[in-house]
DNA sequence: AAAATATTTTAGGAAAGCCTAAAAATAGCA
DNA sequence: TGCTATTTTTAGGCTTTCCTAAAATATTTT
């Protein structure tokens, strides 16, 4: 059984993963995580002992087949407790990450298959990220920056790339919701913000804006 | 914010406070947390530091009212999550406590006000204890044991004293359920075990088995 | 009331998980 | 290739929470 500590490693380097095909270096996972590199390199010892990474010194670290599924039951656990909160208990999506980092760490096989069926197996959470099943299979889409859009395409908001809060409540006070259709109606030349139709009001976004927002081409 | 150690503590002091009146042993906390006499000295001071508990040396502890507060917070969580389990999860009563014990250590006072309207404010938790509301308010019940009647006498099976696994599991083997109505037909005198009339069938119970269930007279 | 017994505290130590500062290794560049 | 800057590891320390063994205190028995 890993520790609090230790599955917060290991999520940390499951995220890292994603961004690259290299290994994950001592340092990235210190900021990832607000901690401190020689922290980090105790930690990639103990976990290495426990075969849940590859690690050589200097080289940095990659998961083991082991370590890939406990991390994927990880994330498993913490999206489905964020869409518990928002779907059931009136939590909006910008409240639910904090606390899922919370009820993530819980241990029961059951009570995890158990909140997938009460869910009625959902596919993403409440920020469109996917649910990894219970064999830990995640099933990506095909999603795009909305900053790669042309003038004229339509496409459907299906997710962010950072859920920090203050963009999540920047969304919803624009009236912005997962599920929306966008259209591309102007791109300004001199700052990259774009003019798009959504819920038949125009909107105009940053080039901020428009690098954190996933859709789906229609 | 208190440790997860902290809280533990601090539930097995208000759970032994139920049982007496007098100021709780250094030992009696050891023996109900599984834990050396020489740890509890040891935290038993840094929570008086914490004014959490009211501790003189030598002379046993007491919940402060703030220690009060809290441990029936940590109480109401722990019952809450249990009703969740047992009502929306498909979890037997002999197996919602282990998962509640981790639980009830989630920090979030919006999660626990959500659950329980969720739950539509529970008054009981599987085990038929009470659940404190929200300001820490506990409806005690004049429950007794089944060991007190007499032939003859009719009452409602409330909760149970000890809720081990084994108990339980007991208990449900033999159809006997909370709320079920239980008639005295007639009292061992030599070994004190009661038969008792449940759901139209004769059961034997032994005088283990009558002390270690709560009933209500109707 | 003294002796024996039981309880509680103190002393000293271990493991986990974090830190800072210094040393070692690696990578980038002239 | 050799020097410099960056990254990573090692060394040493701190806090929390647990432990065992010994000392101190309280309680019970004679
Ligand atoms: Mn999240
Ligand atoms: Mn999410
Ligand atoms: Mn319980
Ligand atoms: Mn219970």
Redesign the interface.
């Known amino acids: 059984m890993l520790t609090h500590s230790e599955e917060n490693y290991l999520k940390a380097i499951f995220h890292l993963s994603l961004e690259t095909d290299e290994d994950i270096s001592t340092n990235a996972i210190a900021l990832k995580i607000n901690s401190q590199p020689s922290s980090v390199t105790e930690m990639l010892k103990k976990m290495s002992d426990k075969s849940m990474i590859s690690y050589q010194k200097y080289k940095g670290v990659s998961l083991t087949e082991v370590g890939q599924k406990t991390a994927l039951k990880i994330v498993r656990k913490h999206r489905l407790w964020e869409v518990f909160?928002f779907d059931?208990?009136?939590?909006s999506w910008d409240?639910v990450h904090?606390?899922a980092e919370?009820?993530e760490h819980?241990?029961?096989d059951?009570?995890t298959q158990?909140?997938d069926r009460?869910l009625d197996y959902p596919q993403h959470d409440p920020h469109g990220d996917p649910i990894p099943n219970r064999a830990g299979f995640i099933q990506y889409s095909e999603k795009i920056l909305l900053a790669t859009l042309q003038v004229g395409e339509t496409a459907r908001f299906v997710g962010v790339k950072d859920s920090s809060a203050v963009f999540l409540q920047y969304l919803d006070k624009r009236n912005i919701a997962l599920g929306d259709l966008l259209t591309i109606s102007f791109i300004e030349a001199f700052d990259q913000s774009m003019h798009v139709l959504i819920n038949d009001s125009n909107h105009i976004l940053s080039k901020q804006t428009i690098n954190n927002i996933y859709v789906l081409k229609v």
């Open positions: 909160l059931k208990l009136n939590f409240e904090e606390i919370q009820l819980i241990h029961s059951k009570l158990e909140l009460f």
